[in-house]
């Protein structure tokens, strides 16, 4: 197993939070978020973005009231970006209108993106015309793609798919020349993306990273392709009951889209200017452990170490630990390996999966939960977990359900877990002046 992790009292710089932006199922911008997660309304319902008839899914998370054309620009540049970029893209300009960083604040050259993201896929109706084109007496004909079908396409399409893309047009839309990279890992991205913006920061190649993570898994083709083996069965009444964590009737997820981004500065940086600080990066963990084979159950190893990791770094024990925003996908055999070493390591810490009102959301999963614990820190409560009715006593976790709990301590532990094994932990805490 390999493993990496940060500590906060190296001779580095402290790194700090000091904006954010979402676009979830539950709400667009911090104050609807907060609003769905105070009143426990989901987001899960009925999957209506293509036809769901031949599909095995019926239900997703969809962010229904979102128009791109608000936040994009220049208006050419939807053009060439598929929903995943539009999604990552409204996010992070709302998270650099949130921290109130002007360009005048800081040199171009010591701004930077890093930005979590998944496979892209092509959206049907571009395909469809160019794929007949290559059928020939009822069989399709491989050697007419390059010659016939491309030819039939929008010259530009592969812009509107590539991963690196969000972090490409946020940088360009803010005018920032420093470091640009994106983390491609599945269900890890967006918690990775922030350990790597941590870094850049602390080996000083920049004063300001924007960061986050985006995703649509509303595609029939990740759904089929990626998606099979760990989605629901079940259709309930109502669909927002459809995804639940840690709870013994649980048997799957579901697909799910959104954004969230954070602007993240050096705190010598953050000071110098003014800006409101949301909350610290105290450390992180960084594990990979391979996925078990032979439908042998997992371990848990890497969640394990990437906890313990974190809170080495941060110079912390398990009992400073406020809650836990897990993973919490709602297949069996994940949250069992989750909440057996949650319990292990930290005892009766309060536990919340915010999977639970909007679904899986692959690459922009870890940063539109992040959320959930940031906004606890400034409202002094920490959400619930949707639809935690049976306990499991294989998930032995002290599952936040029913009624908010009071904050306590104001730190939090973030997992995330990928299924190839990459396993992240991260440790937040809000800054003082801004608790509720």
Not at 50 to 65: H, M, R, Y
Not at 92 to 114: C, T
Request: charged content about 20%; aromatic content about 6%; overall charge negative.
């Amino acid at each position: 197993m390999h493993s990496r992790g940060y500590q906060l009292d190296s001779p580095q710089r402290e790194v700090v939070i000091t904006g954010l932006g979402v676009v979830s199922p539950i709400g667009i911008g911090r104050d609807d978020f907060w609003d769905s997660l105070a009143a426990q309304r989901g987001g899960i319902g009925e999957l209506t973005a293509f036809d769901n008839s031949n599909c095995p899914c019926k239900l997703a998370g969809e962010v229904d009231d979102f128009d791109p054309k608000q936040y994009i620009r220049p208006r050419k540049s939807l053009k060439v970006m598929c929903r995943d970029i539009q999604l990552g893209f409204a996010a992070a300009d709302m998270a650099v209108a949130d921290s109130g960083l002007k360009e005048s604040e800081v040199d171009p050259e010591r701004v930077g993106v890093i930005f979590g993201a998944d496979l892209m896929y092509c959206d049907v109706d571009e395909i469809v015309e160019p794929m007949r084109s290559c059928i020939v007496d009822g069989h399709f004909q491989f050697d007419r793609w390059g010659s016939q079908a491309l030819s039939e396409m929008y010259p530009l399409w592969l812009l509107k798919y590539l991963p690196n893309m969000p972090a490409c047009h946020i940088g360009i839309a803010h005018d920032a020349r420093g470091p640009n990279n994106s983390i491609t890992l599945g269900d890890v991205s967006s918690l990775q993306a922030i350990t790597e913006a941590v870094r850049v920061i602390q080996r000083n190649q920049a004063e300001v990273i924007v960061v986050g993570g985006t995703s649509s898994q509303i595609h029939p083709t990740c759904i089929d392709f990626r998606l099979r083996t760990r989605l629901t069965h079940q259709i309930p009444s109502p669909p927002s009951a459809a995804c639940r964590p840690f709870d013994a009737s649980r048997d799957g997820t579901v697909p799910g889209e959104g954004a969230a981004s954070f602007v993240l500065e050096s705190r010598a940086h953050a000071e110098r200017r003014g800006a409101r600080i949301v909350a610290r990066i105290l450390g992180y963990g960084s594990t990979f452990q391979p996925p078990a084979t032979n439908g042998q159950p997992g371990s848990g190893a890497a969640i394990r170490a990437g906890i313990q990791i974190a809170l080495s770094a941060a110079g912390m024990q398990p009992k400073d630990v406020g809650h836990v925003n897990a993973h919490g996908i709602a297949t069996v055999e994940d949250d069992r390996r989750e909440a057996q070493v949650i319990r292990e390591l930290l005892g009766d810490v309060p536990v919340t999966a915010p999977k639970s009102f909007f679904g899986d959301i692959g690459a922009g999963s870890g940063a539109v939960e992040a959320v959930v614990s940031l906004l606890a820190f400034e409202r002094g409560e920490i959400p619930v977990t949707l639809n935690y009715q049976q306990p499991d006593p294989n998930c032995p976790v002290n599952v936040v359900h029913g009624s908010p709990r009071p904050l306590g301590k104001p730190v939090a532990l973030l997992l995330n877990q990928a299924p190839m094994g990459q396993a992240v932990a991260v440790v937040i805490a809000a800054e003082p002046s801004a608790l509720a």
